[in-house]
């Protein structure tokens, strides 16, 4: 007769509950903040857009596949690696990330923004997500010795594996990002599973030789050693070459700092591998090329008195705008930057300042009207599809005056093989609109910010009679962008992530050429 699995009674089944459950939990939790984190590790560097994303849920996903089928092989065969060792080796792993995560970037540069991030994750992320998948079928093994019912067994460790991962989640982004900065919350995380893993060997002291219960307490103490002085060394690192760091904050939308390059008077605000503001120091100007264009708006809608900013940056077209006497409201979904704007570019004010995301809250401005709209999203190489669709420019334009304008910068490539994602928001606007402009800040650039001006009234800069040097500049700078066969951008068919990866990997070159690789690492 084969042997049935024991039944334990009493106290016994109770520790035993504790242990799998608990166990299974904490690594369900630590899956998913590893895999949420693994956006604030990859993100600086190459930044937030469909690429990395697909990148990291590719890696994590087969990472844990390969660790269910180990799992299940250590389980089956009983041999010395046990449950301990997995969370073990995965605090261990997770210990690593912070360590590693700019020479393993540096390496894998060559490889592009689709191989280098790919590549990037799969070095970071793969060891320890493997680990962690093995927790569930190793606690299966466990439990199942001491329990009848393997079908129930298996589902309740699934069950409430996942339950952690959704508690890991909501933790993870409703508090501690806020609170604390990626690295402290993988050190933490390691912390735990470290702790738990050790409980776990006290748990099997009967079932493990003497030389696999004392490891684990060596290398902890080690792991205390190196990571007191890893994070010592990552706190004094503030100045990178050519750069002084005046602030630095992680938030849920991204790693904020404000930078100082002496040496040209600049003063640079980022936001993970994007820059959103450059002031040069002894005038307070602001420097980005589409803001010249930008600044003319006003002519365009004589008299405006109101206007709505969406994407805040450092605040200088906010100045730019009340030197006609218009008082500007401004959306910033961030509010690290809005106080970096505040505080250290001499950002005042002229309206309402509304932290959140821009669709949510012009949906909530409907008694509000604007003469002028300024839609400046751009971030990481690529601006927010949702922002950009034809639902959004119908809702932008319910929010202006009569025959009121609204200004749209977009980033793209001059070169016409390369002009799609151009005229995709060409043909969306002039789904929307009755006429068009477009402008670029330099000709003959291979890579440029296109500034498009739409409103249902004729487009007419130089009516005013100080206005005509204006409108003589501008013309030197319109372009023609024929909409053609472009797609009209929609919620329900929004292609535009895809069609900005060749430009989001063209931006980051031209960032690390600009700014250096010093300044997109932690």
């Known amino acids: 007769m084969s042997k049935q699995p024991t039944v334990q009674k009493?106290?016994?089944?109770?520790?035993?509950?504790?242990?799998?459950?608990g166990?299974?939990?904490?690594?369900?939790?630590?899956?998913?903040?590893v895999e949420l984190l693994g956006t604030r590790i990859i993100g600086p560097y190459y930044g937030v857009s469909l690429v990395v994303w697909s990148s990291l849920l590719s890696v994590s996903l087969l990472a844990l596949a390969f660790g269910y089928y180990l799992g299940g092989f250590f389980a089956a065969n009983r041999g010395q690696w046990r449950l301990p060792h997995a969370v073990f080796t995965a605090s261990v792993f997770i210990a690593a990330i912070p360590v590693l995560s700019q020479p393993v970037q540096l390496m894998f540069n060559g490889l592009g923004l689709r191989g280098g991030a790919l590549a990037s994750a799969f070095v970071l992320f793969?060891?320890?997500?493997?680990?962690?998948?093995?927790?569930?079928p190793l606690v299966i093994q466990m439990a199942t010795a001491r329990v009848e019912r393997v079908g129930a067994t298996a589902g309740n460790v699934y069950a409430i594996s996942t339950i952690g991962s959704v508690l890991g989640t909501l933790v993870l982004?409703?508090?501690?990002?806020?609170?604390?900065?990626?690295?402290?919350?993988?050190?933490?995380?390691?912390?735990?599973?470290?702790?738990?893993?050790?409980?776990?060997?006290?748990?099997?002291?009967?079932?493990m030789k003497l030389a696999t219960r004392l490891w684990p307490w060596l290398i902890a103490g080690l792991l205390v050693v190196i990571g007191v002085g890893a994070q010592a060394a990552?706190?004094?690192a503030k100045s990178y070459e050519n750069y002084n760091v005046l602030f630095e904050q992680e938030t849920h939308y991204g790693w904020v700092r404000v930078v100082d390059q002496p040496e040209k008077d600049l003063r640079w605000l980022m936001s993970d591998a994007s820059t959103i503001g450059v002031e040069h120091l002894p005038t307070g100007q602001g420097l980005l090329g589409y803001q010249s264009i930008v600044r003319t708006l006003p002519w365009f809608k004589l008299e405006s008195e109101k206007a709505l900013l969406i994407g805040l940056g450092a605040g200088h077209l906010v100045a730019d705008l009340a030197k006609f006497g218009i008082a500007t409201?401004?959306?910033?979904?961030?509010?690290?930057?809005?106080?970096?704007?505040?505080?250290?570019?001499?950002?005042?004010?002229?309206?309402?300042?509304?932290v959140g995301d821009a669709r949510y809250q012009v949906q909530r401005l409907e008694n509000q009207k604007y003469d002028l709209i300024i839609h400046d999203c751009f971030t990481g190489g690529a601006e927010p599809f949702?922002?950009?669709?034809?639902?959004?420019?119908?809702?932008?334009?319910?929010?202006?005056?009569?025959?009121?304008?609204?200004?749209?910068?977009?980033?793209?490539?001059?070169?016409?093989?390369?002009?799609?994602?151009?005229?995709?928001?060409?043909?969306?606007?002039?789904?929307v609109f009755a006429h068009r402009k477009n402008y670029v800040p330099r000709l003959g650039e291979d890579f440029s910010d296109y500034v498009f001006i739409v409103s249902d009234a004729p487009l007419n800069p130089g009516l005013?009679?100080?206005?005509?040097?204006?409108?003589?500049?501008?013309?030197?700078?319109?372009?023609?962008?024929?909409?053609?066969?472009?797609?009209?951008?929609?919620?329900?068919?929004n292609p535009l992530e895809f069609l900005q990866i060749a430009k989001a990997e063209y931006y980051r070159k031209l960032l690390i050429d600009r700014v250096g690789e010093s300044v997109l690492f932690r």
């Open 23 to 33: 166990t299974v939990s904490v690594t369900g939790a630590a899956v998913m903040m």
């Open 10 to 21: 009493g106290s016994q089944a109770k520790l035993d509950n504790f242990v799998f459950y």
């Open 126 to 136: 793969t060891p320890a997500l493997l680990m962690l998948g093995m927790a569930g």
């Open 464 to 493: 005013h009679p100080s206005s005509k040097g204006t409108a003589q500049w501008l013309a030197q700078r319109e372009v023609n962008i024929p909409a053609g066969n472009a797609p009209v951008i929609t919620d329900d068919y």
């Open 173 to 207: 982004g409703f508090y501690l990002l806020p609170l604390f900065g990626t690295h402290a919350i993988l050190w933490a995380l390691a912390l735990v599973l470290l702790l738990l893993a050790l409980l776990l060997v006290i748990y099997e002291r009967h079932r």
């Open 386 to 431: 949702h922002l950009l669709s034809e639902e959004m420019i119908q809702l932008l334009k319910s929010r202006l005056t009569p025959n009121g304008v609204l200004a749209v910068n977009f980033v793209g490539f001059t070169d016409p093989t390369r002009l799609k994602p151009v005229q995709s928001i060409a043909a969306t606007l002039d789904a």
């Open 329 to 354: 409201d401004a959306i910033e979904i961030d509010p690290a930057v809005a106080k970096s704007a505040v505080d250290f570019f001499n950002f005042r004010p002229t309206g309402k300042v509304i």
């Open 234 to 236: 990552n706190a004094s």
